[in-house]
């Protein structure tokens, strides 16, 4: 499905394993901006960054969370948070925070990089974990933690247009037939 001016979106896969490349500040700098650019509600825009290039603390992440083997190699994490302050009402943070994650993986593929969308909401025992190690006040909500590097591993357009899964001007009736 879809044709290649699509490409950043339909190519896009989880890259688990990197290369010992390290990721540029400047090209840090362009995923971040890519990732503010994201719609938010009322667009308040209610997020934050965190930039983790210290070993010591991916070492510690792969510790806390069972399913961030992918630090192994990576070059740099980014934790993206929720500001409940800033949101424009209860929940809206964490649709926020979804759409500047998924810039931020797609703005990684454009670029070149493999980046792997790691878990932590709506987990309330991760999002404690990396409170206590990012040291977040308490207004502050880790949303999604993002593994980033040059790829390690090849992985191929996946093929997931579903036609049943659309509906025409109602749940009862198939748009596609
Ligand atoms: C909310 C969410 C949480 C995820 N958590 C993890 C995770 O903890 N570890 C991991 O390796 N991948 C995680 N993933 C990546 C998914 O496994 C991956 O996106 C899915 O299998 C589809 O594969 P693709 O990204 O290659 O298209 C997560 C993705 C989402 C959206």
Redesign the pocket.
């Known amino acids: 499905m879809g044709t290649d001016k699509l490409g950043t979106i339909l190519d896009?896969?989880?890259i688990?394993r990197f290369t010992d490349q390290k990721i540029d500040h400047e090209v840090i700098t362009q995923l971040l901006d890519a990732a503010m650019h994201a719609p938010s509600a009322v667009n308040k825009q209610p997020w934050h960054f965190i930039v983790i290039d210290r070993r010591q603390l991916m070492d510690k992440i792969m510790e806390i969370?069972p399913?961030?083997g992918?630090f192994r190699t990576a070059s740099h994490g980014i934790v993206v948070c929720g500001d409940e302050s800033l949101q424009h009402d209860d929940g809206y943070w964490v649709v926020d925070c979804g759409a500047a994650t998924q810039n931020l993986l797609l703005a990684a593929h454009s670029l070149g990089l493999g980046a792997?969308?790691?878990?932590l909401h709506p987990r309330e025992g991760r999002k404690a974990a990396f409170t206590t190690l990012l040291d977040l006040p308490s207004h502050v909500k880790p949303f999604?933690l993002v593994a980033l590097g040059y790829p390690g591993e090849k992985?191929t357009r996946?093929d997931r247009f579903h036609p049943d899964k659309v509906k025409s001007n109602g749940w009862g009736e198939p748009y596609y037939h």
């Open positions: 896009r896969r989880s688990r969370h399913h961030a992918m792997c969308w790691v878990g999604a992985k996946a």
